[in-house]
């Protein structure tokens, strides 16, 4: 099993950057695929990008070029640098850990987006 704690979040003007971090204990994090999903308020939770093991990423279309994961093996943590920031991004962000056919989740860090 993995623990994965969110931190990171918080209020941001529009056009603004956040990092979001995800510390991760418990197993062997380098591999496990690691992701970042978030749910804004009365939507289900929705992914917005991945990094595997290897290193290959992908995003969510509506936050290419804005969003970057990156992980520090050593460091046990997963991280996303979230730039030009816009009301439209605000939700609850959570990472999640997989491997074959087990995810784990955080407890959530609120990123909203406003003026």
């Known amino acids: 099993q993995v623990q994965l704690v969110e931190s990171g979040g918080g209020l941001v003007q529009p056009g603004g950057s956040l990092r979001l971090s995800c510390a991760a204990s418990g197993s062997i994090f380098s591999i496990y695929d690691m992701g970042w999903y978030r749910q804004a308020p009365g939507k289900q939770r929705a992914w917005v990008a991945v990094?595997?093991?290897?290193?290959?990423?992908n995003y969510k279309d509506s936050v290419k070029g804005r969003f970057t994961i990156s992980r520090d093996n050593a460091k046990n943590t997963v991280y996303l640098q979230m730039n030009s920031l816009k009301p439209e991004d605000t939700a609850v962000y959570y990472c999640?850990?997989?491997?074959?056919?087990?995810?784990?989740w955080g407890q959530g860090t609120q990123v909203t987006v406003s003026s």
């Open positions: 999640d850990a997989r491997l074959g056919g087990s995810a784990y």
């Open positions: 990094i595997t093991s290897g290193g290959s990423t």
